[in-house]
């Protein structure tokens, strides 16, 4: 078929039913009603002479050239988009335009909530969507999924083909129950080898405090892991265990709850919190206030 032939308008659309591999989901996502979204469906393999989404059980599964279009048509879609936006101004005040930020949910808790809260004022109508951070993160920014990644710079590859920018510095603290008798004012090597260990982590993404304290031979009791930095501290009360938090996670946290925070008995780097963007954001004006209003919620941290 001959470009000047087919319906670029359908793009959009085959996006949307690739993504959800859904009919109804698809629709709901462009908030059209699913016969015209089914109906839309039928143009499309008509044109590209292919089902695209085929039977699989209770649902629809992509075919296999369906699966080779999902790249490209990523690309294509985030170059127009960023076309129409390199050329348009944008208003904050004005503006509907919705962000995707992939974090952790400590940074989402200590970052992204104040930010969310001061949009609130300035920039009524833009909405932000915080996703976490996942084993996918470099092909996310690739593919243009988010507009911005929040991530440790010691966890990332010395040759990121990315746009990096620093946000901010935390540290570590160790963390217990108030009411532990076990733990006084001063927490020593003895009990952090010793005493319970719950181990924190988001998915795949683990304490770097974890990993400088195997690097310096110190061995923990390990006897339970939370699937979440902020959710760890949470798990302590009533219990004989201790975690390891970030500073600033910890300190947020202290006003709310009964928890005992001390200084680890052994020197724990700093961490180093960036932003990563992809470059074919460069020229988007949206794109640009969103990282400065990221630096400025940064600095707001002190």
């Known amino acids: 078929m001959e470009l000047v032939n087919f319906d670029m308008n359908l793009l959009t659309a085959l996006d949307a039913l690739l993504s959800e591999e859904s009919v109804s989901r698809a629709a709901e996502r462009l908030r059209v009603g699913q016969p015209a979204m089914s109906a839309t469906l039928a143009r499309l393999r008509a044109s590209l002479g292919d089902p695209l989404l085929v039977r699989s059980g209770r649902g629809l599964q992509r075919t296999a050239f369906a699966e080779s279009l999902r790249e490209p048509l990523t690309a294509i879609l985030g170059d127009v988009e960023q076309l129409i936006q390199s050329g348009a101004a944008f208003d904050p005040t004005t503006s509907k335009r919705s962000f995707t930020i992939l974090a952790s949910d400590y940074v989402a808790l200590v970052l992204l909530r104040p930010l969310i809260e001061r949009l609130g004022a300035i920039a009524p109508n833009v909405s932000v969507r915080v996703t976490p951070v996942d084993a996918s993160l470099m092909e996310s920014i690739r593919r243009g999924l988010v507009d911005v990644a929040i991530y440790p710079s010691e966890l990332l590859p010395t040759d990121v083909p990315f746009r990096t920018q620093p946000l901010f510095d935390d540290d570590f603290v160790c963390v217990t129950d108030k ?19 719950l181990a924190a982590s988001q998915g795949l993404l683990a304490s770097l405090a974890d990993q400088r304290l195997d690097e310096a031979h110190l061995a923990r009791n390990t006897t339970m892991i939370a699937q979440s930095f902020v959710m760890a501290p949470f798990m ?33 780097a700093a961490i180093h919190e960036l932003m990563l963007w992809s470059p074919r954001r460069g020229a988007d004006a949206g794109h640009a206030w969103l990282r400065e209003q990221l630096q400025e919620s940064a600095r707001r941290l002190g």
């Open 236 to 268: 302590l009360p009533g219990t004989k265990m201790y975690t390891i938090l970030q500073r600033r996670l910890a300190s947020l946290l202290m006003a709310e709850a009964h928890f005992k925070m001390l200084e680890p008995p052994v020197p724990i």
């Open 179 to 197: 009411a532990n008798e076990m733990v006084g004012d001063v927490f020593t090597v003895e009990q952090l080898s010793s005493l319970p260990y």
